[in-house]
């Protein structure tokens, strides 16, 4: 194994983190794609893991948290948005169970639901409803909880 081509791979990875956190699977993806050889790439993720830099039940821990409270999502697209970045399902469980003790979604539906009725505002009754419901369920959110909702608005 080259060393120049570990201390670039480092630099890159260490870059790349940086910016924003990562999962383990985002950052083996962007180091192939820069053309790193996959026994670099190994040895680069293997180091940042077992010195804490890449975390799986971190990031997935951040990425729930930082949805729920800036862009909200129901549980559904928050894990295939994970799923799609390479974490394990039993990381993805854990990360959403231990949101779940302080999260209500249906006071977060019923933000969101207030907030979009301000662009809705004109439109004849069945049609906000319509959009309002729709909306809400895109954002993967759940089917009663939108229900009473919308019928509460």
Partial sequence: MDDSE????RFYALKSTDLK???IEELREKLNKKGFPD?????????????GLLDDSKFSRLWVENRMYSNPKGEPVLRRELKAKGVE????DK????????????DTVK???????ASLKGLD?????????GYLKRRGFGFETIMKVVNEI
């Fill in 6 to 9: 570990l201390k670039k791979a």
């Fill in 21 to 23: 956190p990562r999962s």
């Fill in 39 to 51: 026994a670099v790439i190994t040895e680069v993720l293997a180091e940042f893991t077992k010195k």
């Fill in 89 to 92: 399902e039993q990381v993805i």
């Fill in 95 to 106: 990360a959403i169970q231990a949101i779940k003790k302080s999260y209500n979604e249906y």
């Fill in 111 to 117: 933000n969101l639901a207030d907030a979009r009725m």
């Fill in 125 to 133: 009754k069945t049609t906000a409803r319509r959009r309002l419901f």
